[in-house]
């Protein structure tokens, strides 16, 4: 059954006025820059480049007065991000990706840059990166610089050219930028495929969602393969739904099941080609986010996810799907990346489970960020 009528048209168009309103871009020709309806928007807030993609849930928030919060060329902000000019000036560069759930601020007389001073491996425009609710508060990351998931970056400091910080660590003083202490590396040739690959994941992203016109809020069409959710058994198109479920999206729960156990501010994204299987979901938290990426997930049933907690497929270059038994308990902010979880796992709150395989039963404490397996170190902020 397709839920399409001349009302909800209207409310989509209501919508869209609404998230469009204010912003501006300074670029001569067509506007190839898609925001979601769903994206908010405070103050003076200018996408000065083009193939700009502001996805679901994304909050810009820049001043009432001067030059405003800028973005340039071929950025994202993703699912749930917030970008504040509030409080201090935010200059997003070329080829910045601000992940799932992340925080760049501005802090009084600090200016907060990302990607718009540094070096280049090659000489030319390269990615920056703020990974998954990571923070960056009053701080400069350079090109070719990378803050990764759970991370922090305290004011006035600066992430160089080729620098990543470590997951779930904190960059609170001058003092952690020393390698000694274990909280930066070096990027790698890996990162730099990774990075480079969601820049161009993310302009296609733009371009196809500007390419589908209205259809682009609610329950909704994927611009990769043009497919529907499927709500139960059934295909749906809901344009006034409040959530954003898009795409190769299969659930268990029909709309009905989905108004008891769903809160608010969710975005479940399976558009760039892979699938995302969902059993019959238990609660899920405000502002949880799920994104296929470049690999299927399979999410089992009787599943907690806590607000604000990602699930996300893992990256090309790993090979590796993305799957949740049933009975998982996630907590609130928690990240699952590229990762196998066995039946009744609990993972914490704020803690992070990358690139692991979970037997059944594994209890990760809060704050803890897992890699390979094992549990490497705290969260330290």
């Not at 006025?17 to 001569?28: E, I, N, Q, V």
């Not at 795409?247 to 156990?261: A, F, I, N, R, Y």
């Not at 990346?337 to 009744?344: L, P």
């Not at 897992?370 to 490497?376: A, K, L, M, N, T």
Request: glycine share 12%; net charge neutral; aromatic share 4%.
């Amino acid at each position: 059954m397709f839920r399409r009528t001349k009302m909800m048209g209207a409310v989509f168009a209501a919508l869209t006025l609404a998230a469009l309103a204010g912003f501006r871009s300074s670029a001569t020709g067509p506007d190839t820059n898609f925001v979601d309806p769903t994206a908010s928007k405070e103050g003076k807030v200018n996408l000065q480049g083009q193939h700009i993609y502001v996805a679901p849930f994304a909050r810009l928030k820049g001043p009432t007065e001067g030059e405003g919060l800028t973005i340039l060329d071929d950025s994202n902000v993703q699912d749930g991000a917030t970008v504040d000019a509030t409080q201090g000036t935010v200059e997003i560069g070329r080829k910045a990706i601000l992940a799932h759930g992340s925080t760049v601020r501005g802090v009084g007389a600090h200016t907060t840059q990302i990607g718009m001073s540094g070096t280049c491996p090659l000489g030319t425009e390269c990615p920056s990166f703020v990974g998954f609710n990571a923070e960056v508060d009053g701080a400069m990351i350079q090109k070719d610089a990378m803050v990764s998931a759970m991370a922090r970056v305290a004011p006035g400091l600066t992430i160089k050219s080729g620098v990543k910080v470590q997951p779930g660590k904190c960059i609170c003083n001058a003092g952690d930028l020393d390698p000694a202490k274990e909280k930066v590396v070096d990027v790698t040739g890996e990162d730099r495929t990774f990075m480079n690959g969601t820049v161009e994941s993310n302009v296609k992203l733009a371009a196809g969602y500007l390419g589908l016109g209205k259809d682009v809020t609610g329950i909704n069409y994927d611009p990769t393969k043009h497919e529907l959710p499927r709500l139960g058994p059934t295909p749906v198109q809901d344009l006034a739904y409040a959530n954003r479920l898009v795409g190769l999206l299969s659930m268990q729960d029909t709309l009905e099941d989905l108004q008891k156990v769903l809160e608010s501010r969710i975005s479940l994204r399976s558009d760039e080609g892979h699938s995302i299987r969902v059993r019959k979901i238990l609660r899920m938290g405000h502002g949880a986010i799920f994104h296929a990426g470049k690999h299927n997930m399979e999410l089992g049933s009787g599943i907690r996810y806590g607000k604000h907690s990602i699930v996300h497929g893992g990256v090309a270059t790993s090979g590796k799907d993305t799957s949740v038994g049933n009975g998982v308990v996630i907590g609130n902010y928690a990240v699952i990346f590229g990762s196998t979880i066995g039946a009744d796992c609990k993972i914490g709150e704020r803690s992070l489970v990358q690139d692991s395989d979970l037997k059944a039963g594994t209890e990760i404490p809060a704050r803890k960020v897992v890699i390979d397996g094992r549990i490497v170190w705290d969260v330290e902020w």
